[in-house]
């Protein structure tokens, strides 16, 4: 890696002077488990790396009348222990190992870049790193997206991410201008609008908190995770259902799916095949090929329609139990 500056400021009011104007000028250090491998690669060459650790109140978890405050800077291990909200625990528990649960953040899982191996590999120019093409369309796309890929055909590789989706979580940010909130919905963007970065974040802004509704009576919650190793692995497909129940009637429903689009990909037809009916095999069915309908798969990942097809039908199948 390069030689740059190390900061470690403790006023969250002095970040967006040190972060600048201009992407890849600075780099935010959390937990690091990402960035460490970004500055070994030379992906990111910075000027200065800044440590936002000691900066008091941007981590822990707090239970408020309205749902869950969470700081960025919470660790992945600490979510697991959220029993009361079943798809955000086990989301946690499915990321990588015991060791980079405890190292890693909330705020790192949500703003990690792609994984990619032509995003990833140094000697591909690819289009998010200002190159001219996106190799996977004629390259190795196993992993890659099956909905609203192109130009560039990245998938997200956030398991919390999903699920706080899901949630109908919203994010707070920190700029020059102060604090804003944004629905977590609105925060990660397709290729299509915003080619070489996957959120709205700005150069001089950081995360800082995540808050999480209340549940409603009758919620019922569960992640579905399929990976190629037990450990250490990203999804090729996952989901996150949150059904609010009436009865044994569905009265709302969310299901956002991980591993299979450049963004938590939400399937609001899906949702509304299960919403106002009993939550029978029939209409689990229905819901889970509605999810898939309109998936545009590349040469080698066709296979990710029966997989995503079958993680929705189970996860369903779960909480009907």
Not at 71 to 95: C, F, H, K, N
């Amino acid at each position: 890696m390069i030689d740059f500056e190390y900061l470690e400021p403790t006023h969250l009011e002095d970040l967006p002077g040190l972060l600048g104007k201009r992407w890849g000028q600075s780099a935010v250090l959390a937990g690091g488990t990402d960035l460490l491998d970004q500055l070994k690669e030379r992906l990111l060459q910075p000027e200065r790396v800044v440590n936002i650790k000691r900066i008091e109140g941007l981590r822990g978890i707090s239970a408020t009348e309205k749902g869950l405050d969470i700081g960025v800077l919470t660790t992945i291990a600490q979510l697991e222990r959220l029993d009361q909200y079943p798809v955000l625990a086990q989301a946690a528990a499915s990321i990588a190992t015991p060791q980079l649960r405890n190292m890693g953040t909330l705020g790192g899982n949500l703003c990690q870049r792609p994984r990619c191996w032509y995003f990833r590999g140094r000697q591909y120019p690819c289009l998010k790193k200002g190159g001219y093409k996106c190799y996977a369309v004629e390259g190795l796309n196993k992993y890659h997206a099956i909905f609203e890929g192109g130009p560039s055909f990245i998938v997200h590789p956030s398991d919390a991410a999903p699920a706080l989706q899901a949630l109908g979580a919203s994010l707070e940010i920190y700029g020059p201008d102060g604090r804003r909130e944004t629905p977590i919905e609105g925060f990660f963007q397709y290729p299509d609008e915003n080619l070489h970065r996957e959120n709205l974040l700005q150069p001089d802004e950081v995360l800082t908190r995540i808050r999480v509704p209340a549940l409603q009576p009758g919620t019922r919650s569960t992640y579905l995770k399929f990976r190629e190793k037990q450990s250490l692995d990203f999804a090729l497909s996952s989901v996150a259902a949150v059904l609010t129940m009436d009865g044994r009637r569905v009265a709302a429903a969310r299901l956002v799916l991980g591993g299979v689009a450049p963004i938590p990909y939400r399937v609001p037809k899906a949702e509304a095949e299960l919403e106002g009916k009993p939550l029978s095999a029939e209409t689990i069915g229905r819901a889970a090929e509605v999810a898939v309908a309109g998936a545009q798969p590349l040469s080698d990942n066709e296979f990710k329609v029966a997989l995503t097809r079958n993680l929705v039908r189970r996860a369903l199948e779960s909480l009907a139990a």
